[in-house]
């Protein structure tokens, strides 16, 4: 049976438009990381950023799926997520590890909270301390406390309607050396001020560049020192910045349309 040059075309534009018909009916999902078997204070973290989160994302239309699963990372299903948020750990198995390397090298999204950014000697996996820019975690203040953020690249969309200083809900400051500002792939966006000298009470951080949310351009990823405790949602400019860096990274750093 032979078929007219017409139908056929007819055909395969019918086909086409289902193709995109079932793409755009598939909705836009991201993937939420956290575990119950750590500091409290992070867990009291992940339990309000999952609030935050699922809201925004709700009002996103963005469907958002929150799992103490880690082993999610390992399986093909972390290729239906536009990005993946760590709340309160990090992979710790070589699988887990594997799954999200290739994750990210396929045009995944990250963004990573205060312990998920955590790496020193002990942790063996060179391929994140490059991920983060070569930031090694070095000391941290304690008790946590607040602290005024400068404001660095205030053109970029994570931090352009903030003020170009601010002060930030008690928190547990990590610093890092090397910095990552001195890679020159990382772009610091926020950072502690000077001012904020000497930092602490019981563990005290007297100096150094404090960089606080950066971006490795290699990827379409965040890294946000904040993540300690249950006050971090409690500033209203605080959660403009996580909710421009949420969708900055759904969007792949730039929201279509």
């Known amino acids: 049976m032979r078929f007219s040059r017409p139908f056929v075309a007819a055909l395969i534009l019918i086909s086409i438009k289902l193709l995109f018909s079932q793409s755009a009916s598939q909705p836009v999902r991201v993937l939420a990381l956290y575990s119950t078997n750590v500091e409290s204070d992070h867990v009291e973290f992940a ?12 009002q996103e239309k963005i469907q958002f799926d929150a799992s103490a699963n880690w082993d999610e990372l390992e399986s093909d299903r972390v290729k239906r997520y536009k990005a993946i948020l760590w709340l309160d750990d990090f992979p710790h198995t070589p699988a887990q590890r594997h799954g999200f390397e290739v994750y990210m090298q396929s045009g995944g999204g990250w963004l990573g909270f205060h312990i998920a950014g955590y790496n020193d000697e002990e942790t063996h996996w060179p391929w994140f301390v490059n991920f983060l820019g070569g930031a090694v975690f070095y000391s941290n203040n304690w008790p946590p406390l607040p602290a005024t953020l400068d404001v660095d690249e205030s053109a970029d969309p994570v931090v352009r309607n903030l003020p170009r200083r601010f002060v930030s809900p008690p928190n547990e400051w990590y610093i890092w050396k090397p910095s990552p500002r001195l890679n020159p792939k990382v772009r610091v966006l926020v950072a502690l001020d000077p001012s904020n000298y000497p930092l602490g009470l019981k563990d005290v951080l007297l100096s150094g560049d404090l960089p606080v949310v950066w971006t490795n351009t290699n990827y379409n990823m965040l890294y946000l020192n904040m993540g300690h405790g ?20 759904v969007w792949g750093r730039r929201k279509p349309g």
């Not at 249950?230 to 990274?249: E, G, M, W």
């Open 47 to 58: 339990r309000a950023a999952i609030a935050f989160f699922s809201s925004l994302a709700h």
């Open 230 to 249: 249950d006050k971090i949602f409690t500033s209203p400019t605080q959660n403009l910045l996580l909710r421009n860096a949420f969708l900055s990274v």
